[in-house]
């Protein structure tokens, strides 16, 4: 299943939309006094839209990538005026100052920290002539979220391997692409160097346990696409973490959404969708005559058609 130009300009228009609608918010904001009563607009002069910060920041990364993707998309100028609007470098001071603020070390830590590094990455890679610009624009704040990375794993003794936002593989699987991308080799080491210590002596993964009734990514297959990134050996790693992985029915089929309604239980049409994108770069990082492959392959079919038609993207 490939991702058409129609399908991609759909996605698109979504965050085009939602990057400027301030309500429903759901504000994660600590308040140190009455002066910190504000609207998310304020708060957040980019990051407002989208429902919640981390949101909004993955919002934008999906409009660069569609239009990486195809770059004659039709909401090209759209996206452009979008950014030009927003990647300015007062916002960029106001969005800084949040996380400078007292009491606020923990905001958005990790899942927001990783989206921010990879909306960075996709800037440098981005052929829009803009993006060099709105690239700088953005470094004070990429580099205070890198930084703040690379102190939380300084201090992080134990990996948090929920299905949610708190996921440290997740995020570190996207600051390890940031980091090599720009040639940050301090923060590789950093990244490589938790990985390691996290997950490295790993064995037999409990993934028959997933998933959790309100997760969207998976902490079995995340896991492992971080260590692809990250072990010599990833075959024999994997085979060690989830032997049989064609066996685990819990993993190979689609998770059940029982009320598409509800924000909660929602999240595991997400769950489908990340488990496809995990399990197809596991595929690549095994070689072809692995037992897993056919069984992966399949899975990842099987997880796309359970949600992917119902972002109604035609």
Not at 64 to 86: K, N, S, T
Not at 141 to 150: A, E, F, G, P, S
Not at 242 to 258: I, K, Q, T, Y
Request: one cysteine or more.
């Amino acid at each position: 299943m490939e991702l058409t130009q129609r399908q991609a300009d759909a996605f698109a228009r979504m965050p085009l939309t939602y990057l400027r609608q301030e309500y429903p918010n759901h504000i994660m904001h600590l308040l140190n006094d009455d002066g910190d009563v504000l609207p998310p607009r304020e708060l957040h002069p980019i990051f407002y839209g989208c429902f919640d910060w981390h949101s909004a920041v993955h919002g934008y990364w999906l409009l660069l990538r569609c239009v990486r993707l195809y770059p004659e998309l039709p909401c090209r100028d759209e996206v452009i005026a979008l950014f030009d609007e927003h990647i300015t470098q007062e916002n960029v001071a106001q969005e800084l100052a949040y996380f400078n603020a007292p009491f606020r070390a923990s905001f958005e830590r990790p899942y927001g920290y990783g989206w921010l590094l990879a909306l960075a990455q996709e800037l440098k890679q981005s052929t829009l002539p803009q993006a060099e610009s709105w690239y700088q624009t953005l470094q004070p704040l990429t580099q205070d979220i890198r930084n703040r990375l690379v102190d939380y794993l300084s201090k992080l003794t134990y990996p948090i391997r929920v299905g949610t936002h708190y996921n440290t593989a997740f995020a570190l699987s996207l600051g390890l692409d940031y980091a090599r991308e720009v040639k940050d080799g301090a923060l590789e080491h950093a990244i490589l160097e938790a990985a390691t210590r996290f997950y490295f002596a790993d064995t037999r993964y409990p993934a028959h346990y997933e998933p959790g009734g309100d997760e969207y990514i998976s902490g079995a297959l995340t896991e492992a696409l971080l260590m692809s990134k990250v072990a010599d050996n990833f075959p024999a790693w994997f085979d060690d973490f989830l032997p049989d992985v064609g066996a685990v029915a819990a993993l190979m089929n689609p998770a059940e959404v029982s009320d598409r309604t509800d924000p909660k239980i929602a999240h595991l049409d997400g769950l489908n969708l990340s488990r496809a994108w995990c399990m197809k770069h596991i595929a690549k990082a095994l070689p072809e005559n692995h037992a897993g492959q056919q069984a992966l392959g399949e899975a990842v079919e099987k997880h796309l058609l359970a949600s992917f038609a119902l972002l109604a993207l035609e």
